[in-house]
């Protein structure tokens, strides 16, 4: 017998939903768009009239008014926190956005009562997903780089005032909603890509985090970072540099890591054909056609809100979870500190 499709409510209908989300979740049978909620007027309205459910301008109304099973949260960093809490104290199961929280503490909190409630807490990380570093994961765990000595990864593109529904009046620039810049937005991706890849933890970081460019709409400099470059280490040794900006205003969005093996190296987003590339000391040269890299442009599956619903139906723990949110929150929050105090440190456990 099929399940049925799980009853998603929308806390916030900005760009990752309108892009990304609410699409995703409308189109797969096993999931149903039930009620979206935001404070915009006429926002939630239009949301409800391309992919269906209710619309509503206050989130706790549609969590005590609507029959859910499940939320997603897509709303300024700030919100993260206390409307997860809510949610899953409401018996929901939640898929909130990265960064999960923006704090250590918040974040725990999350843990904490997801397990308390026995549901389902997923954090929108979606670069794992991608093709490309599904595939890159695939050949450092067949062994075929050898021992990973160091790598290099970027993410850099225009910034959030050409992506985000309200432009560089968007919270993004506000430090009381955003309080982190570059950071929290790609950063997070970056630091959590790199657990994934290396399948290890960070142990210390350091580097330069700055203001260089952006400006609120009055002409402002923004309260947040927008350049980020970092340099890291890992358990093992490893080292490392994550490289993100907000200010790349060339045609196209960067996306890219290189990791250095003992028998070679490994480019991956870098040639548009072959989202991975392995050239090996021998001379051997591996290239796998593996798609496009999503961009902020060039919008593809992400597989984020498919993969919970399947969690949720199927009763399977969401590997993004709670646990890897607060590893990699933790990495850029510990960043964020030793850039401020201008040294490396060490990134508590
Ligand atoms: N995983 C990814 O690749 C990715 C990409 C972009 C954004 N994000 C994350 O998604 C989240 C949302 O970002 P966005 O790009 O959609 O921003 P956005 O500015 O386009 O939209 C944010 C929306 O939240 C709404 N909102 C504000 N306060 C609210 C509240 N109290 N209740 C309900 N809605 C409220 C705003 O009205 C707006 O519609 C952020 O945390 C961001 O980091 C993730």
Redesign the pocket.
Known sequence: MPKPPVRYGF???????QRRHLPECAANPASVVAAI????KG?AAEQAQRFGGAAWRN?QTMLDEADLDAVVV????A??AP?TLAALRRGLHVLV???MATTRDQAKQMIAAAKKAQRYLMV???QRLMPAHVKAREVLQRGTLGRVLAFETSFKHGG?DG????GAA???FKKKLAVLGVN??LGI?KADLMRYLLGEEFTHVGGQVTTRDKKRPDGRPIPVDDNAWLTLKTESGVVGSINISWTHYGRHEANGTTLFGEHGVMRIGEDPRFGVVIDLKNGDQECHAVGAMASNTHQVASGVIDGFTDNIQRRRPPSINGIEGYRALNVILTAVEAAKEGKTKRIPR
């Open positions: 806390v916030g209908a900005g760009a990752i939903a909620a935001d404070p915009v926002r989130w897509a709303t300024p960093n919100l993260h409307q956005e990265k960064p929108g990380m979606n959030p992506w985000s529904v309200d968007s919270w993004f929290g937005d991706h």
